[in-house]
């Protein structure tokens, strides 16, 4: 429990350790909680305030909604999807940004110093649809993606807005045709800048893009030449594996096909080509998962990284550590409900966002419609990529919404956001969750640092 890290972090102050270092392991109060029996009624909680929260420390507070949009003249067409921030450069943190999954795509950013929002890739941009996922690069800047794409398909595209901060209802919103089309959904950089996608489809894969210009200060550097792969797990050529990984090339260093994928070479017309990233990954026998959605990054203590990734069909999380290629089953519906202590069951449906806090715990968010949608939190004490057990840690009443794009404040730990998307009354709205310590915690708190200062007195008088 909280209480106790706070205690047991004022004694290590006492023998010496500052109380930076003591709170150094203890980021966050968002894993402080009381799991949830079960799911929060339909309907039962306003639209304003719709989720069930474990522990009544956790607040939330709405920062805008649909109605609130269109109301101010804003392009909005709704399903507002997964969330993230400006997390680099200049006022770091000031900005949520959030793409419409819709067929008349756009991109909203909210500025979290003022209230404001503003559509700033107005829907229907280039044609863009069923915007996904979010992701700020490294390099200061902001990608979204479709998740559309099949047989005869234009669209399955990757784009970045390069002038993010701008004040702006027209951003620069480029197509970074190098990366192979697919059904986007989750993206994530590691170390590297090596970007990690999916496709989000039954028999998806998972993929790997290796910029020539690793380093890039632009996307246009980054994305002007690199080398796409695709993960093979246990040999590939198979479904739904674990074991060792290895990644197999399906474009050249340049983004050019390879001999073995060339059939899966597109011409868009005008004179421009897109590799199908679905094709070539059936080319060359990588793995595939059942509707892959959503996949996160994480370093752990000893500087590996891990990918995690949810399946939702399939009611799965896998995690890849990225060091030693080995694909691990992170979390299933066989893995126990720290209720009960047995298998989580059905209760663990439709598994599609990832989030990560302060502290490094995994968040799990369903696919399901208010009333039976949940966040699950995954505790992995050890960090070994699978889950000990899950315990519900919210739950959403809104009727006919899922909860989508946990995201947690890199700059404020115990902050974060969640979009309600598509719900029946098409009022989809931004949540921010808060979590505080208990008043207990408080006076502990107050007391170690009563006694951090005893100590300081009496060496001072030595």
Known sequence: MQTRKIAIAAAIGLMGVSAQQAF???????????????????????????????????????????????????????????????????????????????????????????????????????GFVAGDFSRWTPWGTYMTAEESWGTGSTKGRLFEITNPLADTSSADFIHRNVVPRVSHEGGAFDKNNSFYFIDEFNGGSIYKYVSAVPGATSGNSFFDKGQTFVLKANGGNNSNAVGAATWEAITTATGTPLAS???????????????????????????????PEDIELQVLANGDEVLYIATTTTDEVYSLNLATNEMKLFASSATFNSLTGTAVGSAFNNPDNLAIDANGNIYIIED????????????DADRDGVAESLSRWASLSTVGAEPTGLYFDKFNPNVAYLNVQHPSSGNDTLLQITAVPEPESYAMFLAGLGLLGMVARRRIRR
């Not at 980021?27 to 009381?34: A, L, P």
């Open 24 to 126: 150094a392991a203890d980021n966050t109060y968002f894993d402080n909680f009381t799991a949830l029996a079960g799911n929060v009624p339909a309907g039962s909680l306003p639209e304003s305030a719709p989720l069930q929260l474990s522990s009544p420390f956790f607040t939330q507070t709405k920062l805008t909604d649909r109605v609130t949009q269109l109301g101010l003249g804003e392009s909005n067409s709704g399903n507002w999807d997964m969330i993230t921030a400006n997390e680099t450069g200049t006022d770091a943190g000031r900005y949520l940004y959030a793409p419409f999954e819709t067929g008349a795509g756009g991109v909203q950013r909210t500025d979290l110093w003022t209230g404001v929002t503003k559509t700033i890739v107005q829907s229907g941009t280039q």
């Open 368 to 379: 399901q419609p208010g009333g039976s949608a949940d966040i699950w939190f995954a505790h």
């Open 261 to 291: 994928t060339a059939g899966a070479m597109l011409n868009m017309g005008g004179g421009s080509f897109s590799m199908d990233g679905r094709a070539a990954a059936d080319m060359v026998g990588g793995t595939n998962y059942q509707r």
